[in-house]
């Protein structure tokens, strides 16, 4: 047989997860590819332009299309399990579970829109209306897609990591824009001043002539105006006038009003621009393959006189 395509392998892998364990991706790579019978030629296949198994991919993909419908959760880095959504969607007894039965779920469509556009009420049909795009316009969805995708597991690795490489992180992306000089001498700066509610001071450029105050908090859900006032309490203390609070959470309202009013500057990162910043900078990210789009020259045609 073929190698299945991602909707083929929804079911499966849902009825892969239904005994409710924790399973790793290796895992439901490894016994997908023996329910569905593939010979270890379809299993190994490559893709022609990147050095990525076919199946592998397709499973990949499938696996975050059940996610962002709540029909399976991550549980830890690499592994997921069932939820209550998913169980019950197996009571079912589907022959097929594919985008659009996907597209009753409010996340899967919030996570089709882009997660941020306010057109709350559109319909699954409207959605999946594709013939008046242009194919440009469905290559920049697509891209989209991608890019969304990439940043959410970015972030779910950063949150993974542990505290001292976290803090490497920081360093080498501070550095990467074009903060603190080198990689070492911003690496002695992090982590040395000791002083409550500070990690670290860098150069804001490279010659020192000032230097940013540095709060790094690897977090869970939402950064309130207290941290915030405890961090501007600490630039205080130090006489610093610029500071950066970085972390793999959000930002209340309240926080950033606050900062919005003091007078020191201080500078709220969380992790959606963290990744951004990372993604911008090829920080923990590859080139996979560039894709060129032209356009007809029409100057090019136009006749000499």
């Known amino acids: 047989m073929s190698i299945p395509d991602y909707d083929d392998i929804k079911l499966p892998l849902l009825k892969f997860a239904g005994d409710g364990n924790e399973h790793s991706s290796k895992e439901a790579v490894e016994s997908l590819s023996l329910v569905l019978n593939l010979t270890v030629e379809e299993k ?21 299309y059940l996610k962002h419908a709540g029909l399976v959760e991550g549980t830890k880095r690499g592994f997921f399990k069932i939820t209550e959504r998913g169980q019950g ?17 409010p996340e899967f469509l919030e996570f089709q829109r882009g997660g941020k556009r306010k057109e709350k009420h559109e319909t699954l049909e409207k959605q999946a209306n594709y013939s008046n ?15 969304e995708e990439l940043a959410s597991e970015l972030l779910d690795n950063v949150k993974n990591c542990s505290p001292s490489f ?13 903060y603190g000089g080198s990689i070492k001498e911003a690496g002695q700066a992090i982590g040395r ?21 540095i709060q790094a908090k690897k977090w869970e859900g939402t950064i309130g105006r207290p941290e915030i006032q405890k961090f501007a ?20 309202t309240e926080a950033e009003q606050y900062v919005s009013k003091i007078e020191n500057k201080i500078v709220l990162v969380d992790g959606n621009q963290l990744t951004e910043y990372m993604i911008d900078r090829n920080l923990g990210v590859t080139l996979e393959k560039p894709y060129s789009v032209k356009k007809l020259d ?6 000499q006189i």
């Not at 009571?91 to 597209?103: A, H, S, T, V, Y």
């Not at 992180?169 to 990467?176: A, F, R």
């Not at 610029?242 to 959470?249: A, D, E, S, Y």
């Open 44 to 64: 190994t296949m490559l893709y022609p332009t990147k050095k990525v198994p076919i199946f592998y991919d397709r499973v990949h993909w499938a696996l975050t």
């Open 193 to 213: 001043t000791g002083d409550e509610g500070v990690d670290g001071v860098i150069k804001e450029d490279p010659l020192g002539l000032d230097q940013i105050y």
């Open 298 to 303: 029409l100057d090019y045609f136009e006749e």
């Open 233 to 252: 309490g600490a630039l205080q203390g130090q006489r610093a006038k610029k500071g950066i609070f970085i972390t793999t959470g959000n930002f209340s």
């Open 133 to 147: 795009r242009t194919p440009l316009e469905l290559l920049e969805e697509s891209y989209k897609i991608v890019m």
């Open 166 to 178: 976290f803090e490497r992180l920081v360093v080498e992306l501070l550095v990467e824009m074009g």
């Open 89 to 105: 969607v197996l009571r079912q007894n589907l022959e097929k579970i594919d985008n659009k039965f996907l597209g009753q779920f």
